[in-house]
């Protein structure tokens, strides 16, 4: 590959914080001085969907929220040729446009995996100790009824992991102390690779009935999309409770708040949602049994730095003429004639 001679990278303003200052620290940015010929901003509009204006502009574009549709890389004035994901989901970009127009799309997968999975035993760890009531006790005064808010051990209990990719795998790593049993649901996992961790592969439906907390941690795609739905909610024990790492529509939102208030299951920890931000009234709001997040419980000072060290890395290395360490679509290097 033959390094660029001028290369223009614009940053969605969304990883801004509300002093104007990078979420993510400045120290991240200096990955970008590597590259002499590089330029860079913040890019000046706000957006929800990346326009066709704004693909025209730059050679590359750096984004957390915004989506990346065909409509964005349409025009015969479209400049750029690497989406790099402030992240590791990219169910918010067209993969196979940008493919067919050669645009190379990156992401951030190994950043993500501890604090995502130390996310997920947070929710755990808070949903079995029943830490929101005994949080209410105290502000409420009412620290006699304490007897009555009784946790769940862990050690005699059954973990079950939806997805045995980078974070499924470390939650196993890092949850196997804590669990008697541990299971694991992919159709993709290699047998060897989850037993070496001390879980069981077997299928989805042959897990729920067995697990006592469930972690959904698979990528959103099509044949995830309400993955866990009413039917399946109902293959879960009534004690036992769901946790939501992934992305919202894995989860059939409404089928679980009908199961939780029916008493199908026990409880949920939620870090994301069908539709985000949720809207006013949304029925989880009012349910004693979930713990709620903002999609943001496994955003650290580490992780936002170590994502978007890796991620302005990827453009740099792009810009550079080498290519980038975590290429998600391998198959647009070859349109452009790219290693």
Request: glycine residues 10%; aromatic residues 6%.
């Amino acid at each position: 590959m033959t390094a660029e001679p001028g290369f223009h990278l614009g940053i969605s303003r969304d990883v801004l914080d509300a002093t104007g200052e990078p979420s993510f620290g400045r120290r991240a940015l200096d990955v970008l001085k590597e590259h002499p010929a590089l330029r860079w901003e913040y890019i000046p509009e706000h957006l929800a969907e990346v326009t066709p204006e704004v693909a025209a502009r730059y050679d590359g574009i750096y984004v957390n929220t915004p989506k990346v549709t065909r409509a964005s890389v349409a025009r015969g004035d479209r400049r750029v040729r690497i989406v790099a994901r402030h992240g590791v989901g990219y169910d918010s970009v067209d993969v196979p446009a940008l493919t067919e127009r050669g645009i190379v799309l990156t992401n951030t997968p190994e950043a993500v995996r501890r604090p995502m999975a130390v996310a997920a035993l947070t929710l755990i760890f808070a949903l079995a100790g029943r830490l929101l009531a005994k949080d209410r006790l105290v502000r409420e005064y009412r620290w006699a009824e304490r007897t009555g808010h009784m946790g769940v051990g862990l050690v005699g209990r059954t973990l079950g992991v939806v997805g045995a990719g980078g974070i499924g795998r470390e939650i196993l790593q890092l949850a196997r102390p804590f669990f008697g049993r541990m299971l694991a649901a992919d159709p993709f996992a290699d047998e060897g690779t989850v037993r070496a961790l001390g879980a069981e592969l077997l299928p989805l439906d042959a897990l729920l009935p067995e697990a006592d907390f469930v972690v959904v941690c698979c990528l959103l795609d099509p044949s995830t999309f309400h993955l866990i739905d009413a039917a399946r909610l109902r293959r879960m024990r009534p004690s036992a409770h769901l946790v939501n790492i992934a992305r919202g529509p894995v989860v059939d939102e409404a089928a679980l708040a009908a199961a939780l208030d029916a008493g199908v299951i026990a409880g949920a920890g939620l870090d994301v949602f069908e539709e985000e931000p949720i809207r006013p009234g949304n029925p989880l709001t009012r349910m004693g049994n979930v713990l709620l997040a903002p999609h943001a419980l496994g955003w650290t000072d580490e992780c936002f730095h170590d994502i978007a060290a890796t991620g302005l890395r990827s453009v740099v290395d792009f810009a550079g003429g080498r290519r980038p360490a975590f290429v998600v679509n391998p198959d647009a290097l070859a349109v452009t004639g790219r290693p």
